[in-house]
Structures are given as C-alpha cells and as structure tokens.
C-alpha cells in the first residue's frame, strides 16, 4: 500500500534554510506528481506546490515562490523541498501528498513534518 | 487565486442524521481538459487530511457510500446521508483547476 513518511522538520530561526523529505512507498513513483501542502497550528490547509512525474514541472503558491524548491530523485523514490529565507509565517505541518489519475488530484498523504520557524 | 467559500463553518449533527457543506468558488473549475477538479478531503482530529471525493462525485477508494458529491461550474456540495461517530472533524473543499490549487476554511463537523 502506498506510504509517504515525511521528515526533517525542526526548529530553525527566522531567515534560516530547511530541507523536508518524503520517502515514497507501495508505488511506482516515477509515474506520480507530487505535491506539498501545509497547515498553520489550528488553521486551515494551504497548497505549497507540485513537481510533476519526471520533475520537468514544478509549481509555487505565491507565499513560496522564489523561496522554495521543490524536488525530487526518482531512483531512490524521494521527494524534497527546500525551504530558505524561512519566515514566522511558515510555521505549519508540511504533507506531502501523491497524485491519483492526474496531477490535479491528491489521493494519499503522509502523516506530515513540523516545521517551526522562531528565533 | 480562486477564492472557495465554505458554508456552514460549523455544525452540529446528530448521529445517524444526514449532513452537507456547500462550498462555492469564485470561478469556474472546468478545466481546459473538460474535467471539474474539485475535491472533498476529510481531515480527523490528529490526523492528516484524507481525499474522500474527486472531480465532484467521485468517491476515492475505501470511502463509505454514505458520502457523496455533487454540483458543477461553481457550487459544490458534500453530503454524509447518516452521521457516523467517525465522521467528526473538519471538511475541507479544494480546487486543482487552477494554480495556485487552493482550500475552503474548512467546516467543523461535530456531534450535537
């Protein structure tokens, strides 16, 4: 069966770099995009950004953007994402998710990381 | 970014009785490929969030019958036809039409 175990979250401060991963099982995971999406502590879910099947893709929330890289290596069936200029704000629960049918669709997730970003 | 609206943000059900959240969204979710890409996810206290229903209606694998999808364009609605005591927790509409793929507030599910 499919499994996503996250990890590599922590406490870093403010303005810091941070690298999650998400070890995929039960799947080929070549043939899937990948997504991130987090949540704040008692607040709702938020897209963080997709790469597509073979990487050539990728996607950004606007929060994001020009901050983070998302990743991944196929051969040893990992996602990444790269977090730098870490901000308050990006404090959250980081999922990652895989895709089901199409990219667009988000059928199985990990039990997520904690990132908290406090000086 | 589309905006989705979720309504009610709250509400008490009582068990074996029927509940549904509407969610509305600020543009169409047809996508380009004819496809709506709107998804139910459900997300139990503790847990990670788990995809319950996609492109409207279609219910995702393990999901119990009692939920189901329905809608088009830009209103959406999730119903559970007998509240089960698993079912409490929060309801979270999504679109992946567009990018940025973007989440409703969310609608807190709980027993009265």
């Known amino acids: 069966q499919v499994q996503l175990v996250e990890s590599g979250g922590g406490v870093v401060q403010p303005g810091r770099s941070l690298r999650l991963s998400c070890a995929a099982s039960?799947?080929?995971?070549?043939?899937?995009?990948m997504h991130w999406v987090r949540q704040a502590p008692g607040k709702g879910l938020e897209w963080v950004s997709v790469i597509w099947y073979d990487g050539n893709d990728k996607y950004y929330a606007d929060s994001v953007k020009g901050r983070f890289t998302i990743s991944r290596d196929n051969s040893n069936n990992m996602l990444y994402l790269q977090m730098n200029s870490l901000r308050a704000e990006d404090t959250a629960v980081y999922y990652c998710a895989k895709s089901f049918e199409v990219a667009a669709i988000l059928g199985s997730w990990g039990q997520g990381t904690l990132v908290t970003v406090s000086s | 970014d589309i905006v989705m609206t979720q309504t009610p943000l709250s509400s008490p059900v009582t068990l074996g009785q029927p509940a549904s959240i509407s969610c509305r969204s600020s543009?169409?979710?047809?996508?380009?490929?004819?496809?709506?890409?709107l998804s139910w996810l459900q997300q139990r206290p503790g847990q990670p969030p788990r995809l319950l229903i996609y492109?409207?209606?279609k219910r995702f694998s393990g999901v119990p019958d009692r939920f189901s999808g329905s809608g088009s364009g830009t209103d959406f609605t999730l119903k559970i036809s007998r509240l089960d005591a698993e079912d409490v927790g929060v309801y979270y509409c999504m679109q992946t039409t567009q990018f940025p793929h973007t989440f409703g507030q969310g609608t807190k599910l709980e027993i009265k």
């Open positions: 492109k409207i209606s």
């Open positions: 039960g799947f080929i995971f070549s043939d899937f995009a």
């Open positions: 543009q169409s979710l047809v996508h380009s490929d004819g496809n709506t890409y």
